[in-house]
């Protein structure tokens, strides 16, 4: 390696950006085609879009007759579960979005966890049945593509060592999306932030926060899973993760310019 000084001004590295969405957006045609013109918009950006889909997989899990039960918002997955569950998010969402952004001239790529071993899975500690956590592989897939100028669109289905698919909360799924590009992180939600103990939204939150709001019972639910995964990622990427709506998608430009939006998971 040249170590030598250089007069010419190096270029700035540009991280992509990683935004999962999820939740009413994927019920909203007309949102995701918002979200998805302001993605048209950053034309030198590299961006991929991480996906659940909950509502889509409790309506087809209740056409099939099975019941859904979630333990601290997390989806509880018994195995007979998953051909269903991986067929709603990796299928029907997953293809879905892929159409639109398409249609949209954004040249979107279909993908799931384990393709081009981006990620491995490990099952949840939680007893939560075929639920997995994920740990980064590999992203050469996902530099060709973005090098490219493709839109990776990542659905939270994930496999085990011995080829199993697993579920995969979304948020996680991001996080480990984001760490394995060393990217940016935008947790698209139904609301504006969270919220504190007064109902009113946080511009910032830090672990000690988060943990006495969680006690207290003020976050709860999906919103509890959100915030933990925003904190790994924050700790581990060494800085901060904004969870913003999904409503106002101009926000990413504001994200991208510098400004605070939504709340602010700080790093400890």
Not at 109 to 135: A, F, H, R, Y
Not at 217 to 225: D, L, S
Not at 245 to 258: A, H, M, R, V
Request: glycine share 10%; net charge negative.
């Amino acid at each position: 390696m040249n170590n030598s000084c250089s007069t010419s001004q190096a270029t700035p590295i540009v991280k992509p950006l990683v935004i999962k969405i999820g939740g009413a957006i994927l019920e909203k045609e007309s949102a995701l085609g918002a979200l998805l013109a302001v993605i048209a918009t950053l034309k030198n950006k590299q961006v991929v879009l991480v996906h659940g889909g909950g509502c889509v997989v409790d309506e087809m899990l209740a056409q099939a007759g099975f019941t859904t039960e979630k333990k601290h918002g997390l989806r509880v997955t018994p195995k007979a579960q998953i051909p269903l569950i991986s067929g709603a998010l990796a299928g029907t969402v997953n293809k879905a979005i892929v159409a639109t952004a398409n249609s949209m001239d954004l040249a979107a790529v279909g993908l799931s966890l384990n393709d081009g071993d981006m990620t491995s899975c490990t099952l949840s500690p939680q007893d939560l049945g075929q639920v997995g956590i994920p740990k980064t592989n590999n992203s050469k897939l996902l530099d060709s593509l973005l090098k490219n100028n493709f839109l990776p669109v990542i659905s939270s289905i994930g496999a085990l060592a011995n080829g199993d698919l697993v579920n995969v909360n979304a948020d996680d799924a991001a996080v480990a999306i984001c760490q394995l590009l060393n990217a940016e992180l935008l947790l698209l939600t139904d609301v504006n932030g969270v919220k504190g103990a007064e109902g009113e939204y946080l511009s910032s939150l830090d672990a000690e926060q988060a943990q006495s709001l969680i006690e207290q019972g003020v976050i709860a639910g999906g919103m509890t899973a959100k915030v933990k995964a925003a904190l790994q990622a924050a700790k581990q990427l060494r800085r901060s993760i904004a969870v913003a709506s999904w409503q106002s998608p101009e926000q990413i430009t504001q994200l991208l310019d510098g400004q605070g939006v939504g709340t602010q998971i700080q790093p400890n």
